[in-house]
């Protein structure tokens, strides 16, 4: 038996057990004959949810480490985020079935900032997205675009969190076939009537905080929503058409319905851009400049995108609508399709009625990530505010140290009117310093 002959006889013994074997030979000069052959037992170090961190998505808003103000103020809305104010009597009543069925919190709150970045907890998202109807790993590595790693364990749902799921299916269902008692229909109420015609009070912090708090609560609902509604779209395609629904679908499916996403053809970009350079031009008094009325896409791009930035929850960036060079670059340095027009080929009415409302849940995901963004930009220009008072005081150096404080820090020092000491300037070179450094996409503990 020659080597090659004994290496295909290898394979057969593998493939026939689905192991990697051990085989003892033996051979008497003439013969070599196979005696035994035992599995190997490999051992892989398999890790919990709560061992993973990731970057997904959250590194798409936040790219870079928040400044300590920001962190503090990240935190304020995150962990205490809610919308019960505005649930629907059906809803409210369903709510609270729900929280009385004890069930594990996370492990690990999350997110947590590792090395100045900011990372989710895989834990986190299973309690947060794990648990509504239809949404299983495959519509969450989609949903939050990450792939949840072979060596991962993750346990089966309690009893709890079965019966949980269950209660939401039926909600689903129930506003599926009622629309007018559906959530979208309920946060599109909650966007005209508490967003739009109803404005804030911005000159105090409690107030902003709240709205923001709402607006992340509701947000993180809709997101929820959506996974549903794509996981019952696959589940009905793949039940009743007896065709496995491909990931390219899903992509589609996605890409087709970001209604309010930023979709920009060339041309249309490098209008904006020299209107841009225009205006930049203007606020230089460079001679020769004449009065310019700007082009609908501009006011358009700019009602939208005006106060939005590359790291979308730092308070100390400034927004675009302040910052025309940063605007510029970010539109040079970026790549924009049309809008995709794929048939998403939904056949009959129920496909089509699932389509239409995954359709409507993230057209006022967008928005409601937009007004919380702008939300934003108001706590910024309220920090900006206390901190010339603080400069004109002699607490602080500059009026950009108060983005390197901690949000006690500063209620400290405006009570105990105690300056700050030279400690900060350390903090802002971390900054500096993490920025500019490589992360790992995940992380296991």
Same mark, same amino acid.
């Given at each position: 038996?020659?080597? =090659?002959?004994?290496?295909?006889?290898?394979?057969?013994?593998?493939?026939?057990?689905?192991?990697?074997?051990?085989?003892?030979?033996?051979?008497?000069? &003439?013969?070599?004959?196979?005696?035994?052959?035992?599995?190997?037992?490999?051992?892989?170090?398999?890790?919990?949810?709560?061992?993973?961190?990731?970057?997904?998505?959250?590194? #798409?808003?936040?790219?870079?480490?928040?400044?300590?103000?920001?962190?503090?103020?990240?935190?304020?809305?995150?962990?205490? &985020?809610?919308?019960?104010?505005?649930?629907?009597?059906?809803? =409210?009543?369903?709510?609270?079935?729900?929280?009385?069925?004890?069930?594990?919190?996370?492990?690990?709150?999350?997110?947590?900032?590792?090395?100045?970045?900011?990372?989710?907890?895989?834990?986190?998202?299973?309690?947060?997205?794990?648990? #509504?109807?239809?949404?299983?790993?495959?519509?969450?590595?989609?949903?939050?675009?990450?792939?949840?790693?072979?060596?991962?364990?993750?346990?089966?749902?309690?009893?709890?969190?079965?019966?949980?799921?269950?209660?939401?299916?039926?909600?689903?269902?129930?506003?599926?076939?009622?629309?007018?008692?559906? $959530?979208?229909?309920?946060?599109?109420?909650?966007?005209?009537?508490?967003?739009?015609?109803?404005?804030?009070?911005?000159?105090?912090? &409690?107030?902003?905080?709240?709205?923001?708090?709402?607006?992340?609560?509701?947000? $993180?609902?809709?997101?929820?929503?959506?996974? +549903?509604?794509?996981?019952?779209?696959?589940?009905?395609?793949?039940?009743?058409?007896?065709?496995?629904?491909?990931? #390219?679908?899903?992509?589609?499916?996605?890409?087709?319905?970001?209604?309010?996403? $930023?979709?920009?053809?060339?041309?249309?970009?490098?209008?904006?851009?020299?209107?841009?350079?225009?205006?930049?031009?203007?606020?230089?008094?460079?001679?020769?400049?004449?009065?310019?009325?700007?082009?609908? #896409?501009?006011?358009?791009?700019?009602?939208?995108?005006?106060?939005?930035?590359?790291?979308?929850?730092?308070?100390?960036?400034?927004?675009?609508?302040?910052?025309?060079?940063?605007?510029?670059?970010?539109?040079?340095?970026?790549?924009?399709?049309?809008?995709?027009?794929?048939? /998403?080929?939904?056949?009959?009415?129920?496909?089509?009625?699932?389509?239409?409302?995954?359709?409507?849940?993230?057209?006022?995901?967008?928005?409601?990530? +937009? *007004?919380?963004?702008?939300?934003?930009?108001?706590?910024?220009?309220?920090?900006?505010?206390?901190?010339?008072?603080?400069?004109? *005081?002699?607490?602080?150096?500059?009026?950009?140290?108060?983005?390197?404080?901690?949000?006690?820090?500063?209620?400290?020092?405006?009570?105990? *009117?105690?300056?700050?000491?030279?400690?900060?300037? /350390? =903090?802002?070179?971390?900054?500096?310093?993490?920025?500019?450094?490589?992360?790992?996409?995940?992380?296991?503990?």
């Amino acid at each position: 038996m020659c080597i =090659r002959d004994r290496k295909k006889a290898a394979e057969i013994i593998e493939r026939s057990f689905e192991n990697p074997m051990d085989i003892e030979w033996a051979w008497d000069g &003439s013969i070599l004959s196979i005696l035994q052959a035992r599995p190997i037992k490999i051992e892989i170090k398999r890790i919990l949810p709560h061992e993973f961190w990731t970057r997904a998505n959250i590194g #798409e808003i936040i790219p870079k480490p928040l400044t300590p103000l920001s962190w503090s103020i990240f935190k304020e809305v995150i962990f205490k &985020s809610y919308r019960i104010k505005y649930y629907s009597l059906i809803d =409210r009543f369903f709510t609270n079935i729900i929280h009385l069925i004890p069930r594990k919190p996370p492990v690990e709150a999350s997110p947590k900032e590792i090395d100045g970045y900011l990372y989710l907890n895989l834990d986190t998202i299973l309690k947060s997205f794990g648990g #509504e109807p239809w949404v299983n790993k495959h519509i969450l590595e989609f949903g939050l675009g990450f792939q949840i790693p072979d060596v991962l364990t993750i346990p089966q749902k309690s009893f709890s969190e079965r019966l949980v799921s269950s209660i939401k299916g039926l909600i689903f269902l129930i506003e599926l076939f009622l629309p007018w008692l559906s $959530m979208e229909n309920r946060l599109e109420k909650f966007i005209n009537n508490h967003l739009i015609n109803k404005p804030n009070d911005k000159n105090e912090l &409690s107030t902003i905080l709240n709205t923001v708090r709402f607006l992340f609560g509701w947000h $993180m609902a809709i997101t929820a929503r959506c996974f +549903s509604h794509l996981g019952f779209f696959k589940y009905i395609t793949e039940k009743y058409k007896q065709i496995e629904l491909q990931d #390219e679908k899903l992509i589609t499916l996605l890409s087709v319905y970001q209604s309010n996403s $930023m979709v920009l053809d060339n041309q249309i970009k490098n209008k904006i851009i020299k209107e841009l350079q225009f205006e930049i031009k203007k606020a230089e008094k460079i001679n020769g400049y004449q009065p310019f009325n700007h082009s609908n #896409e501009f006011k358009s791009f700019m009602e939208k995108y005006g106060h939005r930035s590359v790291n979308e929850f730092e308070l100390s960036q400034q927004g675009w609508n302040e910052n025309y060079d940063g605007l510029i670059k970010f539109l040079n340095d970026s790549d924009f399709n049309h809008k995709i027009k794929n048939k /998403t080929g939904a056949n009959n009415f129920l496909e089509k009625v699932i389509i239409g409302r995954l359709e409507k849940a993230i057209f006022l995901r967008e928005i409601l990530k +937009s *007004q919380l963004i702008k939300q934003y930009r108001d706590i910024r220009y309220y920090f900006l505010n206390k901190s010339s008072h603080l400069y004109k *005081q002699n607490l602080i150096h500059n009026i950009n140290d108060i983005f390197y404080l901690y949000l006690d820090e500063i209620e400290e020092i405006e009570n105990n *009117q105690i300056p700050i000491d030279n400690s900060i300037e /350390t =903090r802002k070179q971390n900054v500096i310093r993490q920025s500019s450094e490589q992360v790992p996409y995940t992380i296991y503990d």
